[in-house]
């Protein structure tokens, strides 16, 4: 996308360090994950390296990036005020502070020291959901976007103490007193977590961001298609825990053919809409293909499998082989993808917006760097398919580790390009992000307030 949005009003959303603060935080994270994971095909690390990998990339990265995102598209695309910057500010600190210590603790065997960075973790997710939700429910009636995105708030504070719990259990005996197990526990904690909370704003974020960066129009046949997402999605995710939860083979069965059948619609307008683009290729829409394409894989594998044992933890992540067609396929390149617009927007909002009209400013696509971008993505992609093709098809053990090398090395391009976007065109550079969150002061919300998106008609 080669343009500079014209309707949009940022006088809303909070100071522009916050996001930026998640996002770099986020990818701070990632390299970690990417660089942990390398490592953990290649040799052992010790304690329980394996749960701090998928903590500090679910969390760390997915998560963190998923409220930066939330802080900053729920006042712009909502048009209210953020209810509180400090409580943004608060909820970054606490959750990194939290997960660092998470991790760090579970390398080093420290079981005890799990509860306390785990409470840490929980207070500042909890104080994500309050903010943004606060922030949400003045925006009624809401759309298609906030529905999801009120979703999975509500997940977000369900998943975090039941991972507070299980960070208990370590230490001490959690579970026994009311006849659960930590394994039932566990399934509910990530099946909320996957579903509830990553794939709901996942599918509410594409649902605006695909119209935003194709510059299509949604037509009949689309907006019967995400009716009938809306209808089997959330319900869907619902009784899929609650079958989970309750050990009950038809129930989570029930549950996860609606999860399928929502998601399959809305997998069918995100291709209809990427296909009709009436723009050039860019690095959203790239990636958007290949999410749309993986959802499509991972609802092919996932049928048989929700069918014949639903309630398992084998199939967690859906198909027992899928697991990287969900995390890599559909969560990193949504994120990855979201990212290139999203930084460099905010920076040039930053930067150049109020010289607009006035001297020449460089386009949102001239902030990063095209060869960088280019080189992530292909690497990513070739990863990736490794990755996913690894289990599936029975490949060696060799394939696993240099695929994994392959994705690592292009997120790490990835994290590079955006941060040296930061460093030559941010105000302050990297370091004024990290310190601009320190200074930003609270402000009061504005209970009404015009529009700060004019995408659609109804905004």
Do not use: K
């Amino acid at each position: 996308m080669n343009r500079i949005p014209g309707a949009i009003r940022t006088d809303q959303q909070p100071p522009m360090a916050i996001p930026l603060g998640h996002f770099v935080v986020g990818l701070a994270f990632l390299v970690v994950g990417a660089v942990g994971g390398t490592a953990m095909t290649a040799t052992t690390l010790p304690g329980l390296a394996s749960l701090a990998h998928v903590h500090v990339l679910l969390v760390g990265w997915i998560a963190i990036t998923i409220m930066g995102a939330m802080t900053q598209f729920v006042p712009v695309w909502s048009g209210v005020s953020i209810h509180s910057r400090r409580l943004a500010v608060a909820q970054l600190l606490l959750v990194a502070a939290g997960l660092a210590g998470f991790a760090t603790a579970l390398l080093a065997g420290a079981m005890s020291v799990l509860p306390l960075a785990g409470a840490a973790i929980l207070l500042g997710i909890w104080t994500f959901v309050y903010n943004v939700g606060r922030t949400l429910v003045r925006a009624r009636p809401l759309d298609l976007t906030e529905r999801h995105f009120a979703f999975a708030l509500a997940a977000f504070a369900l998943l975090v103490p039941l991972g507070f719990l299980l960070a208990l259990d370590f230490s001490t005996d959690v579970f026994g007193a009311i006849d659960a197990t930590r394994g039932d526990v566990l399934l509910v904690h990530a099946t909320v977590a996957l579903y509830g909370g990553v794939l709901a704003t996942v599918v509410g974020a594409l649902a605006q961001l695909v119209l935003m960066f194709t510059q299509t129009d949604r037509t009949a046949l689309d907006e019967r298609l995400l009716v009938l997402e809306q209808l089997c999605f959330p319900a869907g995710v619902a009784v899929l825990v609650a079958g989970r939860g309750l050990g009950s083979t038809p129930v989570t069965r029930v549950g996860g053919l609606a999860v399928l059948l929502g998601l399959a619609a809305f997998t069918v307008v995100l291709a209809r809409q990427l296909a009709r683009a009436t723009v050039d290729r860019s690095p959203m829409t790239d990636r958007y293909w290949v999410v749309a394409a993986s959802l499509w894989a991972w609802l092919a594998l996932t049928a048989s499998a929700w069918w014949l044992e639903p309630a398992g933890y084998a199939t967690l992540f859906g198909h027992p082989d899928a697991n990287a067609v969900l995390l890599y396929g559909v969560f990193g390149f949504v994120v990855v993808g979201s990212l290139y617009h999203i930084v460099p927007f905010i920076v040039w909002h930053e930067r150049y917006s109020d010289r607009l009209g006035f001297e020449r400013v460089p386009m949102i696509d001239d902030l990063y760097d095209d060869r960088l971008e280019r080189a992530d993505f292909a690497l990513m992609l070739v990863g990736y398919l490794g990755l996913a093709a690894g289990p599936l098809f029975d490949l060696p053990a060799v394939v696993t580790t240099v695929s994994t090398a392959v994705l690592a090395l292009g997120l790490c391009l990835f994290v590079l390009n955006v941060l040296l976007t930061i460093r030559r065109h941010g105000s302050n550079g990297i370091a004024g992000v990290l310190t601009g969150l320190l200074e930003s002061d609270d402000d009061a919300s504005a209970d009404a307030a015009e529009p700060d998106v004019g995408v659609l008609p109804d905004r």
